[in-house]
């Protein structure tokens, strides 16, 4: 199996993480494999993304017990079906446009249907984030003035459950 995987040259276990990719590839029957690479705390932490293929076996909760993942504890896994994930690329779901990126993408199987971000429109993600930035703001005004009302009247234990 020879194909390019694209981590960062810094990341301290590059050579674990290709040896990790390739025996998922073996393992299970995939469409696709996303690798992504975040920083914590000066930390590389990897998240392979896989999309199990449709003809597969296993069910998804077979892999997560699987044993690669006790093999490799310094990387996230996470197993999508096919159509879940094309589901999921339709409504934007952030967790698929931060890590399944074409950048990403370190395996395919030929003549497979791979859905990307091919560009991220932000108009919807920003009017839903304002619109619970609102509800929230409306829900902490309310409680805060709750909180001085009953502190007022002295009644010190409704004050601090409304806090709480």
């Not at 995987?5 to 810094?10: N, T, V, Y």
């Not at 409680?143 to 234990?157: A, E, G, H, M, W």
Request: charged content about 25%; proline content about 4%.
């Amino acid at each position: 199996m020879d194909y390019p995987i694209k981590i960062p040259q810094d990341y301290s276990n590059r050579e674990r993480l290709e040896e990790a990719v390739k025996s998922i590839v073996s393992f299970v029957h995939t469409d696709a494999v996303y690798v992504s690479i975040s920083r914590h705390d000066d930390n590389l932490h990897a998240v392979i993304t896989i999309i199990v293929s449709e003809n597969n076996i296993q069910d998804l909760e077979d892999y997560q017990r699987s044993k690669i993942i006790d093999v490799y504890p310094e990387c996230t896994f996470k197993f999508f079906t096919a159509d879940w994930t094309k589901h999921a690329f339709k409504k934007g779901m952030p967790f698929f446009i931060e890590h399944c990126s074409l950048d990403n993408l370190v395996y395919a199987v030929p003549d497979v249907k791979v859905f990307y971000p091919s560009y991220l429109n932000t108009k919807p993600y920003l009017k839903r984030v304002k619109h619970r930035f609102e509800e929230m703001a409306w829900a902490t005004d309310a409680c805060i003035k709750n909180y001085k009302d009953l502190n007022r009247s002295d009644k010190t234990l409704e004050a601090a459950y409304c806090l709480h």
